[in-house]
């Protein structure tokens, strides 16, 4: 029986910002640890993407003594402190969901908006925030921060090994954006898995993801491949449903926190369909 090995661990601690890789890293019911729990919002509370504004994916964002660093190109690195908990709020939504959220401050608002060129404010998960998960994916209590709709995703490296096999010019993990990246199984074996334990954690896997545009962006330039690959191709054959959405990867609940470290062992405890 093959080893199926946790290979790498990716956060994104502000909404569509450049992934930060780490060898271990707590996972909380939200997900890992500092991932998308700060969001840059339009005037109106809508969240900002890298789908109409690829200029975030160059932010680097990393955890820094209980708040954020912020770095971009032509940019002045910024330090900015979680909010108090008394904070000013702001309603927001993240696609069709809408919670409340902590406003950080008008230095981060500056910062955003200048970079940006649009008015922007960032925002932050706090202890006040509740934003429930999908109930038709979840169970009613799982929550979920600024992510798209769920804690965790689960890409294997088979799926993308398979993917690449089909484009002229292969394309590297990143563009999925995944948080959890495993080794040691055939393509799109996830698909397959219902629960599974990875080191002394245990997972969900609920819904696939559905992908759109923003796997066309390469990560570290910002531009847009003019062949809309590999979204293009992926459609081909990873088109299903009635409303023909194209999947990848897989959205992940969180069944039993703890810590996960690159190389810990995944368990496939029960598969899909049971």
């Known amino acids: 029986m093959p080893v199926l090995t946790l290979t790498a661990l990716t956060l994104y601690p502000l909404k569509s910002c450049a992934g930060l890789s780490v060898p271990h890293a707590a996972l909380e019911p939200l997900g890992l640890e500092h991932d998308r729990r700060w969001m840059a919002v339009g005037p109106d509370g809508r969240f900002m993407t890298g789908r109409e504004l690829p200029a975030l994916l160059l932010i680097q964002a990393r955890p820094h003594a209980g708040g954020l660093v912020l770095e971009a190109p032509g940019m002045p690195r910024l330090e900015v402190a979680a ?7 702001l309603d927001v939504t ?7 959220a902590a406003l950080v401050g008008p230095q981060a608002d500056a910062w955003l ?8 404010r960032l925002v932050h998960v706090d202890a006040r925030m509740d934003r429930p998960v999908d109930p038709e994916y979840a169970a009613p209590e799982d929550r979920v ?10 890409v294997s490296q088979g799926s993308l090994d398979e993917l690449n096999q089909r484009l002229d010019t292969p394309v590297p993990m990143a563009r999925f954006r995944p948080n959890l990246v495993v080794d040691g199984c055939p393509p799109f074996a996830e698909d397959g898995w219902r629960r599974v334990r990875v080191g002394e954690v245990e997972l969900e ?26 979204l293009r191709t992926l459609a081909r054959y990873r088109r299903e449903g009635a409303k ?16 996960l470290r690159v190389g810990d062992a995944l368990t496939v405890l029960e598969p899909a369909g049971k």
């Open 83 to 89: 909010p108090p908990a008394d904070a000013s709020r």
């Open 205 to 230: 896997i609920v819904k696939p993801c559905s992908r759109c545009a923003l796997i066309n962006v390469e990560p570290d330039s910002a531009r847009v491949d003019p062949r809309q690959e590999p």
């Open 244 to 259: 023909g959405q194209v999947f990848f990867g897989q959205n992940v609940v969180v069944r039993r926190p703890g810590v």
């Open 94 to 100: 993240v696609w069709d969901s809408a919670c409340s």
């Open 113 to 120: 908006t200048r970079y940006l060129g649009q008015p922007a």
């Open 145 to 154: 921060g600024f992510a798209d709709g769920f804690a965790v995703l689960l």
